[in-house]
Antibody, heavy 124, light 107 residues
């Protein structure tokens, strides 16, 4: 049974860089037809997709985060890493890692397995 | 970007009620739509994908319908475990976008 576990600092200072890791267990990290995504949820608010990475290494990022965000995969460690620079209070949220299943056009997909999420608070 | 609009934002209902939640896309997304259930402090759980395909293990009282720009999630007989917040998500194109959520409360 596939399991995802997010890890990283719970508290980040403004202007610092956030580094989060998603560790995959119980299933493969590279598999055609699937991809990995990060979704965040500010306290009391809705879900916001922020980034995806495919088995091919292709990445998609939400435009509002622009060049601040970077995703990478370490297949040997079965980890997906997220880096978000220049953190502000607006980045305070629960960050979820999820595995996505692609649609038949293999363009995008829904999220079938989610991690428990990790709360990241931006504060001095 | 494709905007996803859910209504209502809050729904008050009783156990046994039939409830429906609407999700509208700002442009056509075929049937590339998923529905999730989220309970407080928990990760979202996938209920339905491709607008109407029920995920394994999801009770049959949940159903999805629609195509193009208008979609509906229906719970045929609301159970105590169903009080939660529900989100739709389009996966037709990037950026992936979610609806604002519908909170189903106890009446």
């Amino acid at each position: 049974q596939l399991q995802l576990q997010e890890s990283g600092p719970g508290l980040v200072k403004p202007s610092e860089t956030l580094s989060l890791t998603c560790t995959v267990s119980g299933g493969p990290i590279s598999s055609r037809g699937y991809y990995w995504g990060w979704i965040r949820q500010p306290p009391g608010k809705g879900l916001e997709w922020i980034a995806s990475i495919y088995y091919s290494g292709n990445t998609y990022y939400t435009v509002p985060l622009g060049s601040r965000i970077t995703l990478s995969i370490d297949t040997s460690k079965k980890e997906i890493s997220l880096k978000l620079t220049s953190m502000t209070a607006a980045d305070t949220a629960v960050y979820y890692c999820a595995r996505g299943r692609l649609n038949s056009a293999e363009v995008a997909g829904f999220f079938e397995t989610w991690g428990r999420g990790t709360l990241v608070t931006v504060s001095s | 970007d494709i905007q996803m609009t859910q209504s209502p934002s809050t729904l008050s209902a009783s156990v046994g009620d039939r409830v429906s939640i609407t999700c509208r896309a700002s442009q056509t997304i075929s049937t590339w739509l998923a529905w999730y259930q989220q309970k407080p402090g928990k990760a979202p759980k996938l209920l339905i994908q491709k607008a109407f395909s029920l995920e394994s293990g999801v009770p049959s009282r949940f159903s999805g319908s629609g195509s193009g720009t208008a979609f509906t999630l229906t719970i045929s007989s609301l159970q105590p475990d169903d009080f939660a917040t529900y989100y739709c998500q389009q996966y037709h194109v990037y950026p992936l976008t979610f609806g604002g959520g519908t909170k189903v409360e106890i009446k």
